[in-house]
């Protein structure tokens, strides 16, 4: 399984969270947690720092966790390689990339 499936899988794991009592629900949400957190302290993450497409591979609604984990993971790298505190990179562009009608 690659890196992203596994990401996939463990949110997944917290989908069925109307079938979960409020206990497990938590069970599982902090675990998920300390999945990601766990994998900070590994390098198998460098590929998705830099990979502009990988959200589009997560459902914000449904992987809030993994989507806002990875978003903030590509906010720190370019932090980190730029040495601004909100890269460029990052910022909403001046003008729409969409024609007006």
């Given at each position: 399984?690659?890196?992203?499936?596994?990401?996939?899988?463990?949110?997944?794991?917290?989908?069925?969270?109307?079938?979960?009592s409020s206990g497990d629900y938590d069970r599982r949400l902090?675990?998920?947690v300390e999945y990601l957190r766990r994998l900070l302290s590994t390098k198998?993450?460098?590929t998705l720092a830099n990979d502009e497409s990988i959200l589009d591979r997560f459902d914000p609604a449904k992987d809030s966790?993994?989507?806002?984990?990875?978003?903030?993971l590509q906010?720190?790298?370019?932090q980190a390689t730029?040495?601004?505190?909100?890269?460029?990179?990052?910022?909403?562009?001046?003008?729409?990339?969409?024609?007006?009608?």
């Open positions: 399984m690659t890196l992203v499936s596994d990401l996939a899988a463990a949110s997944a794991h917290v989908h069925d969270s109307a079938k979960l902090r675990e998920l198998a993450l460098d966790i993994p989507y806002l984990f990875i978003l903030r906010i720190q790298t370019a730029t040495g601004e505190a909100i890269p460029t990179k990052i910022q909403p562009s001046a003008t729409p990339s969409y024609e007006a009608d």
